[in-house]
């Protein structure tokens, strides 16, 4: 199952990351911005997308709906299930998609590995600059 996440992880990641290589012969620091720079801004496509992908799109796809949340694309997930909208722009500690995924024992993903904290850290960083959309048109 890991390795499935892992592999999903790759694909994922893979076309955007693409056009970054281009200027990487300068010298390749590895990582999106986001992962390196605390203020960096933090990417919907390149940086959040990722994770959900490979953490939550299991269930919360628009096949399995859990908590009839579909995650698959940014206008669903803004859109919510069951509850109101998991995001709340500028402010991760009133979203349920952070409430969700901290402590320690967290509640999401209801099986399988929790998030790390440095992608928790993504998420809420997201969030906190207002949860943008940028998924090319
Ligand atoms: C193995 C299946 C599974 C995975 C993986 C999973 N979830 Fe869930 N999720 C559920 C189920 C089941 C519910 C409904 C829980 C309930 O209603 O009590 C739910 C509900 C939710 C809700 C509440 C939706 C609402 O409006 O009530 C949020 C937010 C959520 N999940 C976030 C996440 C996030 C973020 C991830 C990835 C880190 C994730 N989930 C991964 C099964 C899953």
Same mark, same amino acid.
């Given at each position: #199952?890991?390795?499935?996440?892992?592999?999903?992880?790759?694909? /994922? /990641?893979?076309?955007?990351?693409?056009?970054?290589?281009? !200027?990487? @012969?300068?010298?390749?620091?590895? !990582? !999106?911005?986001?992962?390196? =720079?605390?203020?960096?801004?933090?990417? +919907?496509?390149?940086?959040?997308?990722?994770?959900?992908?490979?953490?939550?799109?299991?269930?919360?796809?628009?096949?399995?709906?859990?908590?009839?949340?579909? #995650? @698959?694309? +940014? /206008?669903? $997930? #803004?859109?919510?299930?069951?509850?109101?909208?998991?995001?709340?722009? !500028? *402010?991760? *500690?009133?979203?349920?998609?952070?409430?969700?995924?901290?402590?320690?024992?967290?509640? #999401?993903?209801?099986?399988?590995?929790? $998030?790390?904290?440095?992608?928790?850290?993504? $998420?809420?960083?997201?969030?906190?600059?207002?949860?943008? =959309? =940028?998924?090319?048109?």
């Amino acid at each position: #199952m890991k390795l499935v996440l892992t592999a999903l992880f790759a694909v /994922a /990641a893979l076309p955007s990351f693409a056009p970054q290589r281009v !200027g990487a @012969s300068e010298g390749e620091t590895g !990582g !999106g911005a986001a992962a390196q =720079d605390k203020d960096a801004p933090v990417s +919907y496509t390149k940086d959040v997308l990722p994770i959900l992908k490979a953490s939550c799109f299991e269930c919360h796809n628009p096949k399995k709906l859990k908590g009839k949340l579909d #995650m @698959s694309t +940014y /206008a669903l $997930l #803004m859109k919510g299930g069951k509850q109101k909208s998991p995001i709340v722009p !500028g *402010d991760p *500690d009133k979203s349920i998609l952070i409430q969700s995924v901290i402590g320690p024992e967290p509640e #999401m993903p209801e099986k399988g590995d929790k $998030l790390k904290p440095e992608q928790i850290a993504i $998420l809420s960083r997201w969030i906190k600059q207002g949860a943008k =959309d =940028d998924t090319p048109k």
